[in-house]
């Protein structure tokens, strides 16, 4: 009998009550002081995050259309139509379209960084077969399990930006964040026009290789854990552990059956917002055209400049310029928008009644979500003109800078539409940012593929 008392396990009820030292808390608050809390870290460090996150997804979309520029040379060795090519750039937008599901919500289940890391180094692998393919079979292969691995950054960087800045700071992360991806399919004909122009086709993919190892090495060293509740969890468990000072022995392990249950209920976070909130399903329907058309571009553009006005590969990867010099014209005008926006309403505050206040708040920074959108009320008339500027002037009697000048109004029209429905869905759904952005990801690559 008394070995079986000294086998029996500790009764839970029995066992003294541990208490935490005053300095833990369940949750953090925007005005506390604890430099571990990800808002309070350094502008610098902040910013550094930020920008190699950003750096990545220009990385991952740029891949997309680099891509594009192979299809003479490639056609050649391998001796397929360009049909099949094309199914190249389709299944790397589905595999855009379907990695969310399974990044956004692990993400928030396990973490930012572990993502990251897993994520860019299988992109990173995936590139290697594609540099080396025997048949086109196994380069579409390649390509979609790299587009698949890349879009983890598409949508869990948007959770990175909410962890690291308050409503208040949104306006300038949010604009590099939402450039990114959209710079990249511009930037990739440029780049691989000069490639292919000068040197053999695969040398596209061993530059891609040594941008992705060097892009690697920056997110190893230079991201850290940004999730405010896995960061408290790791706190917590550190501190009980401390605590409890060897008395009782536990396993810190979850339960395979409860992991499965939070991921599985994790994984239909997306869907849940596509069927239970119609304002995120518009958007992400509107923004799934947006990107139909702007990848249409990668087809348009080929037959107009060089059909048209006989421009070689390399100059007609120059002629995608004209929508990111509209992107990067499109950052300016919404940071100065929602700069004139923020003294309006800080004025009206201050100065009509406090039923403005209440609606308000101090400033545009802290009202409601809706006001996000303005930009995009505005972005897209400027984006159907400039598309039907292109339309109407795709021709050899018209100058081939008037097109692209319609490509360039269509740019910042597009842009402006996506940092309203962006930094929408981030102010709109705080706790789940990277599910949010990543339902979107999904409908919006999913049609444009």
């Not at 409503?167 to 990114?180: D, G, N």
């Not at 006989?310 to 995608?320: A, E, K, V």
């Not at 897209?380 to 100058?399: K, N």
Request: proline share 6%; with cysteine; hydrophobic share 50%.
């Amino acid at each position: 009998m008394e070995t079986d008392k000294k086998s029996s396990p500790p009764d839970p009820e029995a066992m003294p009550e541990v208490e935490l030292p005053p300095q833990v808390e369940a949750a953090w608050g925007d005005n506390n002081s604890d430099p571990a809390y990800p808002r309070n870290f350094t502008c610098t460090k902040k910013w550094t995050i930020i920008t190699v996150l950003s750096i990545a997804i220009f990385g991952v979309t740029s891949a997309s259309s680099v891509y594009t520029s192979t299809y003479d040379q490639m056609e050649a060795a391998f001796g397929n139509a360009r049909l099949v090519s094309t199914a190249g750039l389709s299944v790397f937008v589905l595999g855009l379209a379907f990695g969310p599901l399974l990044f956004s919500p692990l993400s928030e289940f396990y973490g930012r960084r572990p993502m990251y890391l897993v994520a860019w180094t299988f992109h990173l692998l995936w590139i290697i077969p594609q540099a080396v393919a025997p048949n086109v079979a196994t380069l579409i292969v390649g390509r979609f399990l790299e587009g698949f691995s890349g879009s983890c950054f598409l949508a869990v960087s948007a959770g990175t930006v909410h962890d690291l800045f308050s409503k208040q700071q949104l306006r300038h992360p949010m604009a590099l964040f939402t450039v990114s991806p959209f710079l990249g399919p511009c930037i990739g004909p440029l780049i691989g026009g000069l490639i292919n122009y000068n040197l053999h086709w695969r040398w596209t993919y061993y530059v891609l290789i040594i941008w992705t190892f060097v892009m690697l090495l920056a997110i190893v060293v230079l991201v850290p854990e940004t999730s405010h509740s896995i960061l408290l969890q790791k706190r917590t468990r550190k501190l009980a552990a401390a605590s409890l000072e060897g008395r009782c022995k536990t396993s810190t392990a979850t339960p395979k059956s409860s992991v499965a249950a939070a991921v599985g209920r994790s994984l239909a976070t997306p869907f849940k917002l596509l069927v239970l909130e119609p304002m995120c399903l518009a958007l992400c329907m509107y923004s799934a055209i947006l990107l139909g058309i702007l990848y249409l571009f990668f087809g348009a553009f080929p037959l107009v400049f060089s059909h048209n006005y006989r421009f070689n590969q390399w100059q007609s990867g120059f002629s995608f310029l004209g929508i990111g010099v509209g992107l990067v014209l499109g950052v300016l005008a919404d940071l100065q928008w929602r700069g004139a926006w923020e003294r309006m309403i800080a004025r009206m505050v201050g100065g009509i009644s406090s039923s403005l206040a209440a609606t308000f708040g101090e400033g545009a920074a802290t009202a409601e979500p809706e006001v996000r959108l303005i930009p995009a009320t505005i972005g897209a008339p400027i984006a159907s003109v400039g598309l039907f500027v292109f339309a109407w002037t795709s021709i050899p009697d018209v100058h081939w800078t008037v097109p692209i000048i319609g490509s360039t109004v269509f740019g910042v029209g597009y842009f402006l539409i996506f940092a309203g429905i962006f930094t929408f869905l981030v102010d709109a759904y705080p706790q789940f940012a990277a599910s949010a952005l990543g339902a979107n990801t999904f409908i919006r690559c999913l049609l444009a593929g």
